[in-house]
C-alpha cells in the first residue's frame, strides 16, 4: 500500500470514528498531496514525494509552534503539536544517532572529503542515502562536527 493509500484509509477511519482533530489533520495533508500531484501532472505520487511534502507540513507547523509559544498561545501550539505528531505517522523509521554517525562517517570515506570545504557534498550524500530518515539540520551539524 502506498502512502497516499494509506493517507486516504486514515482519513476514512477519522471520519467513523468522528475524530475530528485527526480527521482536520488528515485533510490538509490530502489537499497538499493533491496539489502536489496537479503540479507534478501525474495519477500517483511516488512515496519519497509523498514524505518530502509530509516533511514541509510538519515544518510548517513547528514554525507555528513556535510562534504561538512566543505570542502566549499555548493552546493554539498545543494543537499544533497533536497536527505534528498525527503528520509524524507517515514518515518513515528515523535514523537513531548511532545510525546517522556511521552513515556520515562512511559517507566522508566515500566521498573523500578531507576539510570542511567538501561539508556540501557530504551533506548531499547523506542526505540522498538517508531519503526522508533524519533532519537536515541534524545532518549538517553532524557532518561539521565530524569533518576535520
Known amino acids: ?43 500517483t505520487l511516488p512515496d519519497a514525494d ?15 509552534i513556535e510562534h504561538y509559544e512566543k505570542g ?24 537513531t544517532p548511532e545510525e546517522l554517525a556511521q552513515l556520515v562517517r562512511d559517507t566522508i570515506q566515500e566521498v573523500g572529503a578531507s576539510s570542511k570545504k567538501e561539508m556540501g557534498l557530504v551533506i548531499k550524500a547523506v542526505q540522498a542515502k538517508a531519503a526522508g530518515r533524519a533532519d537536515g539540520k541534524t545532518i549538517s551539524a553532524l557532518v561539521g562536527k565530524l569533518l576535520p
Not at 493517507?7 to 468522528?18: D, G, N, P, T, Y
Not at 509523498?50 to 507555528?64: G, L, T
Not at 502566549?72 to 528515523?94: D, H, N, T
Open 50 to 64: 509523498v514524505v518530502v511534502i509530509v516533511q514541509k507540513e510538519i515544518k510548517k507547523r513547528r514554525d507555528a
Open 1 to 43: 500500500m502506498t502512502l497516499t493509500e494509506r493517507v486516504s484509509q486514515e482519513l476514512k477511519a477519522a471520519m467513523l470514528a468522528r475524530d475530528a482533530e485527526r480527521l482536520s489533520t488528515l485533510r490538509l495533508l490530502k489537499s497538499a498531496l493533491g496539489y502536489a500531484q496537479i503540479e507534478r501532472k501525474t495519477e
Open 72 to 95: 502566549g498561545r499555548s493552546e493554539s501550539a498545543a494543537l499544533e503539536q497533536r497536527e505534528v505528531k498525527v503528520l509524524e505517522s507517515f514518515l518513515p523509521q528515523p535514523l
